[in-house]
T-cell receptor
Framework: NAGVTQTPKFQVLKTGQSMTLQCAQD?????MYWYRQDPGMGLRLIYY???????DKGEVPNGYNVSRLNKREFSLRLESAAPSQTSVYFC???????????FGSGTQLSVL | GESVGLHLPTLSVQEGDNSIINCAYS??????FIWYKQESGKGPQFIID?????DKRQGQRVTVLLNKTVKHLSLQIAATQPGDSAVYFC?????????FGKGTMLLVSP
């Protein structure tokens, strides 16, 4: 049972490049999330999807887009990466939006 | 806006001691609280949770206490071990999602 799987684990981009972070869960959860984690800032919510077919902005959505591809998959896209987007990104899922979250192992992204 | 905060950014203890990590929350409507442990290079992992109709819940070596009057919860770790060294986050249910605190780093020395 894999839980929440994120790819890639590491990525280095140049300013202006685009990329998509992939996330999949096998727990049949309705809700999925993307967080970023920066030193001293804790976990900040970028976007979430309460259920298949819906997405909503979180605390820090600027510069990101998301797609809930199906119930299992939720991707995060950076259209034009900026150094301020250097961070560790975590995907998470839960049965409901205010329930227990299960996290992936993270993606370390560096934008040069 | 709502916030979840921690009283101490770093807690250093000796192996075998009991550890207490504190957390304050601001949303009086929160009814679900979770503690997570995050080891270096890994994602947060669930430790224990508690609902607002309880004031104490025990797990294996861990206890969560909830004081709704002062909007405070704590995580107690008994007989702290080197493997407990990590960052600990509290989270509370918000209006639409969970709200996370910034974390407390627990350092356990042998």
């Amino acid at each position: 049972n894999a839980g929440v799987t994120q790819t890639p684990k590491f990525q280095v981009l140049k300013t202006g490049q685009s990329m998509t972070l992939q996330c999949a869960q096998d727990m049949n959860h309705n809700s999925m999330y993307w967080y970023r984690q920066d030193p001293g800032m804790g976990l900040r919510l970028i976007y979430y999807s309460a259920s298949e077919g819906t997405t909503d902005k979180g605390e820090v959505p600027n510069g990101y887009n998301v797609s809930r591809l199906n119930k299992r998959e939720f991707s995060l896209r950076l259209e034009s990466a900026a150094p301020s987007q250097t961070s560790v990104y975590f995907c998470a899922s839960s049965a409901g939006t205010v329930g227990l979250l299960f996290f992936g192992s993270g993606t370390q992204l560096s934008v040069l | 806006g709502e916030s979840v905060g921690l009283h101490l950014p770093t807690l250093s203890v000796q192996e075998g001691d009991n550890s207490i990590i504190n957390c304050a929350y601001s949303n009086s409507a929160s009814d679900y609280f979770i503690w997570y442990k995050q080891e270096s290079g890994k994602g947060p992992q669930f430790i224990i949770d508690i609902r607002s109709n309880m004031d104490k819940r025990q797990g294996q070596r861990v206890t969560v206490l909830l004081n709704k009057t002062v909007k405070h919860l704590s995580l107690q770790i008994a007989a702290t071990q080197p493997g407990d060294s990590a960052v600990y986050f509290c989270a509370s249910s918000g209006y639409s999602t969970l709200t996370f605190g910034k974390g407390t780093m627990l350092l356990v020395s042998p």
